[in-house]
């Protein structure tokens, strides 16, 4: 989670009404990092943006968010709908637009977007090739712009482009904050999900190893164990993760509620620690000796 | 009585008298036995300013109220007397049947005085005591004394503590030496080397008894179960030598004469592989559950104990990367009767002072650091006072001083004592319990390294929180080595002083609190002080050598780190200031007046002699 809690005086305005046809399932249902996908988005803009609209399809069922929800008033009616309510229903002059289904938002990439609006009524990231309307800011006073078009059945947003002050961010300017336009990925079938998935452990994994000394080395027969955790992970989830690698330690060092009684951790040979709740780091090196060091 | 016999044997060897006299309940009870009750005895013993190898300087064997009980690990007896490394108090613990078999001849305490007119063997059964010739046992080892006055009696239970040839050439590092284990630090050996007296052989079959064995009898299973568990695991399993991966690891292995705190090559020489590579036999003390002695396997076939001391002191602070060198080394040691880690730490400062080209002679011998052959050659010439042995017999701090000049600022002791095997630069509550304690640079009369290693505390800064877990550590310890109860047992009770209380009580049949047992801890160790400013201490003595205090340590985690004069005093001043003393580290009457000590000499606790 991003720690920055800078806010914006700017609203979000998340779109989370789409068919989710090619998915199979309601997109903004998607369990992603242990959470449905809409709250995992919800939770990460909710970092700057003091003001988040969630635009769903009518009778479209969510689970409880801290946010302001509008309704589209006929199903699926597209994009230019949903923008259209989002805009409505914000109470700021200045809305970030995206989908339900873009699990890496990056908030510089936002941020920047969101700077860059003051001279204009749209900013919106051209990347390979195409617009990104459901990745970019809106000035509120387009709405009745976008109900015209809704009016007039012009269902696709860059029809708005041309009649406002569109400011084009080019891939050169998006990389230099987003270099694989992560920010943008989103997720239509079963396999772009899996693919996400995959995509987030491995961003989210953290390397740590541990070093064993004494009775715990003379029984694993190694000296250096490397382990790939979660974000955010424990001792108590280094020492499951290390019993999984070496069951030889189970009942003999470690045990269901941590290291067993003679034995302690050091973190990168300066912290004694034995709390299962101590949380570790990317890169750090945690020693498992005993925890008498008379002789 | 139960747990004592309330008795004293004084042998004089210079009149050949021996003497039994009684000792004082009141005594036993505020010093307990072991270290306390052998401190009380030197206290009383030595004339004030005695010269360590004077007659007059007593040597103190004295038993404890567990021995013989069937407590595990129980089976200790302290030694105790002037030391002519330190000039201070010389208290130092041995184990196995020795200690068993003192407390059969029916005493608490044997006290030696005097001197032998030609070498001689003490023997005593029960209430027979005699002097006997020992000019055949000359030049032997510890262990061919045993077996050759073994041999020659005919009683096969007797038990021998013996000096080696170091003892008998007053090397002031010399030990004690029974069944392979020593009374290591502070030269007792060299003590009872210039009393002629190379060998005690004890046999008795006095009853051990106990005022409540039933009681008794649970504690000790209670404790042998726990003994038995994880606590120990450590010292079952791989024994002390487990220390050294982890210590170099952790930047706290002192390396070639303490320049640095990792040794490049400690894995050939870590305990873990040692179990791997060396492994013969593992032993036990008598009593005892844990059996952390480890025997691995000599050059010679043979096979040598080792302890992580020991591994350290003559493997890395003397730059050896060779385990069979370091097990041939500690294999010498034993033979002549020398301690391993004044050896070591000696040596280490002969090897620098002679890179340094500071100490003439030195290169005769080779003696650099990493060295086998030099190493190898110079133990036998130290402990047979040999060319350059001589003046390295004189330990560190008298060496440096006889070399003088810049020599002085490598010689690595605390009055004297030269330091064990925990950095005090990345060990900050150690460094303070190694420049207070009254027996010089010594990690058993304290285990302030504990708080180091458990997150306790910040183990790379100094703080003024650490003299109050100085104190606390010292007198913890000063209780176990009263009682006596192996350090390695310590970890094994939940409440320490209120177990113990209860267990002193069971077996003596004296109603012990926890206060007053913790209470005994201090005035012991205050009694140790107090003989220690009887003899000369100087607020000056309680402090560290100046390369402690003015390089930062080059290598490993605690790289950088080092440990300013001014942070050492600020944690002394703590110290003083928990111990209830003055600020230049001297007892105030006040606290002696609480602890019982104010007449110490003349009243309270006076024998009946």
Redesign the interface.
Known sequence: MERDSTTVDAAAVILAGGKSSRMGRPKALLLFDGEPLIAHVVRKLGNIFPEIIVVAAPDQELPPLPVKLARDDVAYQGPVSGIYHGLKASTREICFVTSCDAPFLNLALVSHLLSQISDFDVVVPFWQERFQPLHAVYRSSVAPLLKDQLERGELRPIFLYDKVRTRKIDECEIRRLDPEGLSLLNMNSPADYDAALQLWNKRNSISISV?L???A??LAKTQLVSLDLAQGATLAQVLSALAERLPVLVG?VITSEGL?????C?I???????APSAKVSSGDKI?I??????? | MHGFHGRLLHVDLSTGQSVWHDLEQSRLRAFLGGIGLGTSLLYDYAPPGVEPFSPANPLIFASAPLVGTGLTTTAKFAVVTKSPLTGFIADSLSSSYFALELKRIGLDALIITGRAAAMAYIFIENEKVEIRAAEHLRGKSPLECESLIRGELDVPTARVAAIGKAGENKVRFATISNEGRHAGRGGVGAVMGSKNLKAITLCGDHAISVADPAGVDKIAGALRERSL???????R??G????L???N???TLPTRNFQQSTFDDADALS??SL??NNFSRRHGCAACTIRCERLFKALDGGEQRL???TLFALGPLCGIDNPAVVLQAAQLCDLYGLDTISTGGTLAWAMECSERGLLPGAEELGLKFGQADALLAAIPAIAEGRGLGALLAQGSRRAAIEIGGESMHWAMHVKGLELPGYEPRSLKTMALGLAVSPRGACHNRS?A??A????EVDR?RADSGRGVLVAGSEDFAAVLDSLIIC??L??CFTDFYSESANLLSKVTGWDYSSAELERAGERIHNLKKLFNMREGWRTEHDWLPPRLLTETLPT???QGIGLPAEELREMIQSYYQARGWDEFGFITEDKLKQLGLSGVSGSEFQLSK
């Open positions: 070093e000394f004494g009775v080395r003379m003999r067993i009684s003679g034995y302690t050091n990168n040979g300066l912290d004694f620690v034995r020693f000796l005993s925890a008498d060091a008379g002789g | 568990g994880s606590l120990t695991d450590k010292y399993k791989i002390t030598v487990a220390n991966a982890v210590f690891r952790l930047g305990g873990e179990t791997e302890e992580y001391e285990g390294y504990e180091d290693f458990s997150g790379l350090k390695f310590r970890k490993g985690v605690a």
